[in-house]
């Protein structure tokens, strides 16, 4: 099946925040934490909390897996459009929803960066 220009945006941008929502959000983090062990460093008075994936097994696959937003990236790929070609009445409206929220996102950053606030 070929994807028109407009479904072609509209999944990349639907991508990008599924892809987004994996890797980086607050919201999601519960999900991510099984897969990492927190290492915390003071310096200069400043905490600072780095997440490294789990050493060994699936967890350290997983892991490093989440801590890469290209890996999930691809797999965020192939999740929505093989849902979009088999079960398009069921991604469809889902793919419509974090399309519109990647597109916010992108905007939002634009305004904030021009803003200084970025």
């Excluded at 990647?102 to 634009?110: D, F, K, T």
């Amino acid at each position: 099946m070929e994807l028109t220009f407009v479904q072609l945006t509209t999944l990349g941008f639907a991508i990008f925040r599924l892809t987004h929502l994996i890797v980086f959000d607050k919201i999601t983090e519960f999900l991510r934490s099984p897969f990492f062990d927190e290492i915390v460093e003071e310096e200069n008075g400043v905490e600072e909390v780095y997440l490294i994936p789990k050493k060994e097994g699936f967890k350290g696959f997983a892991g490093r897996l989440l801590s890469c937003y290209w890996c999930t990236g691809i797999w965020a790929s192939m999740f929505l459009y093989g849902g979009y070609m088999w079960f398009p009445a069921i991604f469809a409206p889902f793919i419509t929803l974090l399309a519109v929220a990647g597109v916010a996102a992108v905007i939002e950053s634009a305004v904030q960066s021009g803003n200084g606030l970025n």
